[in-house]
Antibody, heavy 120, light 110 residues
Framework: EVQLLESGGGLVQPGGSLRLSCAAS????????MSWVRQAPGKGLEWVSG????????YYAESVKGRFTISRDNSKNTLDLQMKSLRGEDTAVYYC?????????????WGQGTLVTLSS | QSVLTQPPSASGTPGQRVTISCSGS????????VNWYKQLPGTAPKLLIYTSSQRPSGVPDRFSGSKSGTSASLAIGGLQSEDEADYYCATWDDSLNGVVFGGGTKLTVL
């Protein structure tokens, strides 16, 4: 059974940093691309970033480019999102999602999410 | 403003058929297939339709998807109370080099 468990969310001040992690199990982690998707309170879904199975290719939404860094450790089956220079609009639930075999936008399994709240 | 445009709300009575639209452009829907996700309140999204018309295992055949040009649609037949949820379309955008979502449609079963 595929399981994705996010951690690392919390309360952070604007301008601060936070590192999210996603522990994956139930599938051959290194064979699949992974993504982060966020959802601001009461709002829709926003794709944040994606990384290939090997980690050699990464993609970012314009809204986070230069501030967020996605990475993975295939020996530990973990996916990370390093977030810096955080802004109020980064407040959201952050979901880790497994990318299916067909394409980057087929997110076939999702974690339950971790909440990041920006507040001074 | 979302790159893909969905109606903010839709509704129907039990047993009815409802359709949710998703409009984009050449760089996204016009060039790639579309996926649909269902999200119940307080829970993570779930893949409902992929490559425009395929259903993952376990998704009832009451759910169907289609795509034509730069638009896509999700149809739900035989509406049930458990279908009340938010529905999102998504695809890849070749110009933005990233995944784009619609703004979501809140489906109410009357």
């Amino acid at each position: 059974e595929v399981q994705l468990l996010e951690s690392g969310g919390g309360l952070v001040q604007p301008g601060g940093s936070l590192r999210l992690s996603c522990a994956a199990s139930g599938f051959t982690f290194s064979s699949y691309a992974m993504s982060w998707v966020r959802q601001a309170p009461g709002k829709g879904l926003e794709w944040v970033s994606g990384i290939s199975g090997s980690g050699g290719a990464t993609y970012y939404a314009e809204s986070v480019k230069g501030r967020f860094t996605i990475s993975r450790d295939n020996s530990k089956n973990t996916l990370d999102l390093q977030m810096k220079s955080l802004r109020g609009e980064d407040t959201a639930v952050y979901y880790c999602a497994k990318v299916g075999t067909i394409g980057w936008y087929v997110l076939d399994y999702w974690g339950q999410g971790t909440l990041v709240t920006l507040s001074s | 403003q979302s790159v893909l445009t969905q109606p903010p709300s839709a509704s129907g009575t039990p047993g009815q058929r409802v359709t949710i639209s998703c409009s984009g452009s050449f760089s996204n829907i016009g060039s790639n297939t579309v996926n649909w996700y269902k999200q119940l309140p307080g829970t993570a999204p779930k893949l409902l339709i992929y490559t425009s018309s395929q259903r993952p295992s376990g998704v009832p055949d009451r759910f169907s998807g289609s795509k034509s040009g730069t638009s896509a649609s999700l149809a739900i037949g035989g509406l049930q109370s458990e279908d009340e949820a938010d529905y999102y379309c998504a695809t890849w955008d070749d110009s933005l080099n990233g995944v784009v979502f619609g703004g979501g449609t809140k489906l109410t079963v009357l």
